[in-house]
Nanobody
């Protein structure tokens, strides 16, 4: 079964850190772009960060630049999102998705969504 599974979310205080994990099963991520997206209650899913299959493309939303880092470990079939200096506005359900073709970090371009992992930033 082809699927992605997100993990690593939780409750953290402002200024804290988390590392999210996106692990693929049933297929190899080697030739896929992978992106992290988040969705807050009542809001549409928005792009957070994406990485191209060959590391030639990386995207960060302006709101997370300098705080978040995306990385991939193809040997482990996994993509990570390292989140530092977290803010309350980072709260939401974080999803990872994969894509082929031209790299672009928009939700409609990605698929094989996992169940998501909740990130809550609150004191």
């Amino acid at each position: 079964q082809v699927q992605l599974a997100e993990s690593g979310g939780g409750l953290v205080q402002p200024g804290g850190s988390l590392r999210l994990t996106c692990r693929a099963s049933g297929f190899s991520l080697d030739h896929f772009h992978v992106g992290w997206f988040r969705q807050a209650p009542g809001s549409e899913r928005e792009a957070v960060s994406c990485t191209g299959y060959n590391d030639g493309y990386t995207y960060y939303a302006d709101s997370v630049k300098g705080r978040f880092t995306i990385s991939r470990d193809n040997a482990a079939n996994t993509v990570y999102l390292h989140m530092n200096s977290l803010k309350p506005e980072d709260t939401g359900v974080y999803y990872c998705g994969d894509a082929l073709g031209q790299p672009q970090c928009v939700p409609s371009h990605y698929g094989d969504w996992g169940q998501g992992t909740q990130v809550t930033v609150s004191s």
